[in-house]
T-cell receptor
Framework: AQTVTQSQPEMSVQEAETVTLSCTYDTSENNYYLFWYKQPPSRQMILVIRQEAYKQQNATENRFSVNFQKAAKSFSLKISDSQLGDTAMYFC????????????FGTGTRLQVFP | DGGITQSPKYLFRKEGQNVTLSCEQNLNHDAMYWYRQDPGQGLRLIYY???????QKGDIAEGYSVSREKKESFPLTVTSAQKNPTAFYLC?????????????FGEGSRLTVL
């Protein structure tokens, strides 16, 4: 069975600084998707970034980028130039293709951005 | 605007009562999901439905029931059989055969059992 582990329950960063959130996962699959979802205090969760395992290039979305290490089964999220609006709970998630009902979430990392 | 609407946002229930949480989407998505969120436990899947009039149990379905009579609606009933119902409940949806895994979420419903 697949598992997703986020070992940092809480993190904080100063505005404009860079922060990295960690995520590791366990799977015997070769092809899969990894995600970072953001849940702001307003509670509507949104997708931040997605990585396809067969792509070696790390995904990037504006200030958000990932460091995908397939052999190490590691999928960290880097937030550059942190903004107050980045304050949220961040969830790492894993999914096999065509298995949206099997989206497996980590326990989340609460990120606080300070002015 | 397209999206997912959950209601009510906050709900209080006495022990022994059933309660129904509403989830409506206008995204024309085929698949809908209910998750339970507890502190330190991430999101756990309660039920999901990939098509009208069909639904499947998730990892923690005991004490819950759902229906899918319309594509747009996927209500969740928390029954008195659910031993620890106080939680935050999230509804989500996605297109059928969605391979990219992006779920669209509602704002959630917080249920408190008194």
């Amino acid at each position: 069975a697949q598992t997703v582990t986020q070992s940092q329950p809480e993190m904080s960063v100063q505005e404009a600084e860079t922060v990295t959130l960690s995520c590791t996962y366990d799977t015997s699959e070769n092809n899969y998707y990894l995600f970072w979802y953001k849940q702001p205090p307003s509670r509507q969760m949104i997708l931040v970034i997605r990585q396809e395992a067969y792509k070696q290039q790390n995904a990037t979305e504006n200030r958000f980028s990932v460091n995908f290490q397939k052999a190490a089964k590691s999928f960290s999220l880097k937030i550059s130039d942190s903004q107050l609006g980045d304050t949220a709970m961040y969830f790492c998630a894993f999914m096999k293709p065509f298995n949206t009902d099997k989206l497996i979430f980590g326990t989340g990392t609460r990120l606080q951005v300070f002015p | 605007d397209g999206g997912i609407t959950q209601s009510p946002k906050y709900l209080f229930r006495k022990e022994g009562q059933n309660v129904t949480l509403s989830c409506e989407q206008n995204l024309n998505h085929d698949a809908m999901y209910w998750y339970r969120q507890d502190p330190g436990q991430g999101l756990r899947l309660i039920y999901y439905s990939q098509i009208v009039n069909d639904f499947q149990k998730g990892d923690i379905a005991e004490g819950y029931s759902v229906s899918r009579e319309k594509k747009e609606s996927f209500p969740l009933t928390v029954t008195s059989a659910q031993k620890n119902p106080t939680a935050f409940y999230l509804c989500a949806s996605t297109g059928w055969r969605e391979t990219t895994g992006e779920l669209f979420f509602g704002e959630g419903s917080r249920l408190t059992v008194l």
